[in-house]
């Protein structure tokens, strides 16, 4: 296992691959990089026969004592909800030009923050979404080029748990490909972190549920009006960022909510954000139809069309990556390879 090699600075044996091909020689120095590429490797082999020889005398087993009474079991407590989400943060996209270490901390970090503001929003609160918001620039933008599909962009985990940091990410790369300037980017970025901030006031009940009442539903649509009174005024954040959050649920049409607003009176960097968020839903099981894959999500994003976005930034969207992604919805869940 990749843990047998972590105490060893330089390799004693030489590494083989399933089919027998050496992918590392005797006295290579193992560098962290190196571990990290054995890590994508389900098996590794060696060329050391452990088997006894055959002048050397095999110690026979002693057979064991068989107590009277049963062996206690000890019982496995249940995980709690903070150690599953951190083994959820350390869950990557191997399909990703995002450097896994650099998945592992946008992840942890977003969580910390989001959990940060549920009571209270403060200063610590805006820094630690800022530090998030230069990671994803710093991390995402310098592989645009190199993103195929758009499920190379995706952060795995739950919806709930990760959905502002999967929109973020789509929004930054949507904003790059429609031509804005950086600190316009960086502004977008921010602005998907934080856009479904409202939701923190929120309780479990209306959050989990999967049929919400008619009372329900109207708190549930209440998040927008939250989350912008929060970054407004526990957060101190510029009014293009408070009204992302305010109008990420508008529509082009109208028959969105909470105002049921129109056209150009939504702001271009809530519709970019609209469309992430409504991707994501779909391709994370919360949107309004179950879809198989991320090109069954984009032809829905397609159906909503500039009934709900502007046609350029509809058609960006569509087409800044490939549209034929197959990749099963799936294989980007919490099932992923750990990291």
Same mark, same amino acid.
């Given at each position: 296992? #990749?843990? =047998? ?5 330089? !390799? ?8 027998? *091909? ?15 590429? !054995?890590? +994508? /490797?389900?098996?590794? +082999?060696? *060329?050391? *026969?452990?088997?006894? $020889?055959?002048?050397?005398?095999? =110690? ?49 970090? +977003? ?7 549920? =009571? ?16 994803? !620039?710093? $991390? ?17 985990? *739950? ?9 973020? #990410? ?12 950086? $600190? ?45 009174? #929060?970054?407004?005024? =526990? ?43 409504? +991707? ?31 046609? $350029? ?18 294989? /980007? ?7």
């Amino acid at each position: 296992s #990749i843990d =047998e090699l972590v105490n060893h600075k330089i !390799l004693p044996f030489n590494l083989f691959n399933e089919n027998g *091909d050496k992918i590392m020689a005797v006295g290579e120095v193992l560098t962290p990089g190196k571990l990290l590429q !054995l890590r +994508y /490797l389900s098996v590794i +082999y060696t *060329d050391i *026969d452990e088997s006894p $020889d055959e002048d050397e005398p095999v =110690e026979e087993e002693e057979t064991p004592v068989v107590s009277a009474e049963p062996e206690k079991i000890e019982e496995k407590k249940p995980e709690t909800p903070e150690e599953i989400i951190q083994k959820q943060n350390n869950i990557v996209n191997t399909q990703s030009y995002v450097p896994p270490q650099a998945q592992v901390k946008m992840k942890t970090l +977003y969580n910390q923050a989001m959990t940060s503001v549920q =009571e209270k929003a403060n200063t610590q609160s805006v820094e630690m979404f800022t530090t998030i918001r230069n990671n994803v !620039l710093q $991390d995402v933008l310098p592989v645009i080029d190199k993103i195929q599909n758009k499920s190379q962009l995706k952060m795995i985990g *739950d919806y709930d748990v990760y959905h502002g940091l999967n929109v973020a #990410i789509l929004s930054t790369v949507l904003a790059k490909k429609l031509g804005f300037n950086n $600190d316009e980017i960086s502004e977008i970025s921010l602005a998907g972190l934080l856009h479904d901030i409202g939701k923190t006031r929120l309780s479990k009940e209306i959050l989990n549920s999967t049929n919400l009442n008619a009372k329900n539903q109207k708190l549930y649509q209440l998040h927008p009006q939250i989350g912008y009174k #929060i970054l407004k005024n =526990e957060m101190n954040m510029p009014e293009s960022i408070c009204k992302v959050a305010l109008e990420h649920h508008e529509k082009s049409d109208g028959s969105g909510y909470p105002y049921g607003i129109s056209g150009d009176l939504i702001s271009r960097m809530t519709q970019i954000v609209s469309v992430c968020n409504l +991707y994501d839903a779909l391709i994370s099981g919360k949107g309004p139809v179950q879809v198989n894959t991320p090109k069954e999500a984009v032809k829905k994003v397609i159906e909503a069309g500039s009934s709900s976005f502007s046609p $350029d930034i509809l058609y960006t969207f569509v087409h800044m990556t490939s549209f034929n992604d197959n990749t099963p919805v799936e294989e /980007l869940g919490i099932t992923a390879k750990p990291f």
